[in-house]
T-cell receptor, first 109, second 116 residues
Framework: QKEVEQNSGPLSVPEGAIASLNCTYS??????FFWYRQYSGKSPELIMS????GDKEDGRFTAQLNKASQYVSLLIRDSQPSDSATYLC?????????FGTGTRLLVSP | DAGVIQSPRHEVTEMGQEVTLRCKPI?????LFWYRQTMMRGLELLIY????????DSGMPEDRFSAKMPNASFSTLKIQPSEPRDSAVYFC??????????????FGNGTRLTVT
């Protein structure tokens, strides 16, 4: 079992819709969770971090964490074609960050 | 802030040759990570350093891979001899050390390695 699992997609949504990206993790000791966005041919860039149960909002992005279910999600409201990218979920165990393989999001105009 | 700097951006080499990838972390960051990214396996952690000391190298695939961090501003990842299955994008990342692993990573632009 991979430590961090994501559906590879692609997830296709029309412009203006809400995109919902999901992630599960296996290490119950994980304390910190991150969402990175990676455009094709580029390096990952951090877009959200979340450390406690519940929701965290930043602009059009909302991260949700449920430690009991070992589940992390990212909602993107009012999706734009520029949001088309691969979204990587990452979780920390002890001093180490482990990534999922990413979900490819396609936002059509 | 110049960000994490990696070189070269692209490397094409023949099987059996030695390859050296270089990384300069963000000044003041105490942790440095080397990742490998492929379509099949995603981002895999190879090794990470804290204060120039290797902490976990369990991700290094085999003895052909070695990494060093001689000082706080420089690290190398060496593959000797290289094989076609080593073809991937290699990322270096750094973070300010906070002990609990709460620090997000700052990635370099990566080195795309092709071994023929």
């Amino acid at each position: 079992q991979k430590e961090v699992e994501q559906n590879s997609g692609p997830l296709s949504v029309p412009e203006g819709a809400i995109a919902s990206l999901n992630c599960t993790y296996s290490d119950r000791g994980s304390q910190s969770f991150f969402w990175y966005r990676q455009y094709s041919g580029k390096s990952p860039e951090l877009i959200m971090s979340i450390y406690s149960n519940g929701d965290k909002e930043d602009g059009r992005f909302t991260a949700q964490l449920n430690k009991a279910s070992q589940y992390v999600s990212l909602l993107i409201r009012d999706s734009q074609p520029s949001d088309s990218a691969t979204y990587l979920c990452a979780a920390t165990g002890f001093q180490k960050l482990v990534f999922g393989t990413g979900t490819r999001l396609l936002v059509s105009p | 802030d110049a960000g994490v700097i990696q070189s070269p951006r692209h490397e094409v080499t023949e099987m059996g040759q030695e390859v050296t990838l270089r990384c300069k972390p963000i000044s003041g960051h105490n942790s440095l990570f080397w990742y490998r990214q492929t379509m099949m396996r995603g981002l895999e952690l190879l090794i990470y350093f804290n204060n120039n000391v290797p902490i976990d190298d369990s991700g290094m695939p085999e003895d052909r891979f070695s990494a060093k961090m001689p000082n706080a501003s420089f690290s190398t990842l060496k593959i000797q001899p290289s094989e076609p299955r080593d073809s991937a994008v290699y990322f270096c990342a750094s973070s300010p050390w906070q002990g609990s692993g709460n620090s997000p990573l700052h990635f370099g632009n990566g080195t795309r390695l092709t071994v023929t």
